[in-house]
């Protein structure tokens, strides 16, 4: 690990980033530029400690790939900068080829800006990347999870409890919708994880393996999404999506139907999330 340019890397990409540029609300003017160690730890999710110690080159043991990930996401780095992070910290960088799960900054700059709908990042595969709060608040923190349960499609699938949230009537359609944006993708990929992913629901799903003998193609663009939250009740929802160049990720937005209950509804998921410690 070479830790005197790991330490002015990260002190430079800090430095560069003001707190509008990761969706953070500014309180007069900063003595220093950039943001502060506090908020770029937050924003990774590791202790200011740790985080000052890299910068200040003290740190005494090669970062883990979590936190590397992390402060990828945190300083909002493109890919490049992000294999020299890699780098820096002593180990290889992802292979782009295989899974990598590095958000779009374009797409990440988006849903820092977003505070009043639900919006999510994900991959073509199903993968969810990022939330923001009020996504969070409405389908539950979905970034956490690896291997197949990380796909929405495998879980719709394969974990009755996956389909709770959604209208018994809206079943049917989800299940087509899903596999005919999942056709697309696999031949758009062309690669081993989406091959994976057919073959492990072919086998595991009855369901998934009559939709796929149907070879019906259709490319998600915007479409209608109704969810019956625990707390608040039905929310139906105009889903709209942003996409990255090669259409490996999509930044799905969420918008309140007119006319509905859904506005205030997300209102009060906002104001609940907020008031949690």
């Known amino acids: 690990m ?55 080159e003290r740190a005494t043991a090669t970062p883990s790939e979590s936190v590397l990930r992390a402060l990828t996401r945190a300083l909002r780095l493109s890919l490049d900068e992000r294999d020299h992070l890699y780098r820096l910290s002593g180990l290889n960088a992802p ?33 969810t990347l990022a939330q923001n709060h009020l996504a969070r608040a409405v389908f539950g923190d979905l970034t956490g999870r690896s291997g197949p349960e990380a796909s929405v499609i495998h879980r719709w699938f394969t974990d009755p409890g996956a389909r709770c949230g ?21 031949v758009r990929r062309d690669d081993e994880p989406a091959r994976v992913l057919v073959g492990r629901l072919r086998r595991d799903s009855p369901e998934f393996a009559a939709l796929w003998e149907l070879h019906d193609v259709a490319v998600m663009r915007s479409r209608r999404k109704r969810i019956l939250h625990p707390e608040v009740g039905l929310l139906e929802l105009d889903c709209q999506s942003m996409v990255d160049e090669d259409r490996g990720q999509i930044l799905a937005l969420f918008s309140p139907v007119a006319g509905t209950a859904t506005a205030e509804r997300l209102t009060l998921l906002g104001l609940a999330g907020s008031s949690r410690p």
Do not use: C, K
């Open 2 to 56: 070479d830790t005197q340019q790991l330490a002015r890397f990260l002190r430079v990409r800090r430095e560069a980033l003001g707190p509008s540029d990761v969706g953070l609300a500014t309180a007069g003017r900063r003595r220093t530029p950039g943001l502060r160690r506090e908020e770029v730890a937050a924003l990774a999710g590791i202790s200011t400690d740790y985080y000052t110690r890299l910068e200040q």
């Open 166 to 186: 959604f209208p018994v009537e809206d079943h049917t359609s989800e299940s087509q919708a899903l596999v005919a944006d999942l056709r697309a993708a696999v």
């Open 95 to 127: 292979d782009r080829r295989r899974g990598d799960r590095h958000v779009a900054p374009a797409l990440l700059a988006v849903l820092d800006r977003l505070h009043d709908v639900p919006a999510q990042v994900m991959t073509d595969l199903g993968d």
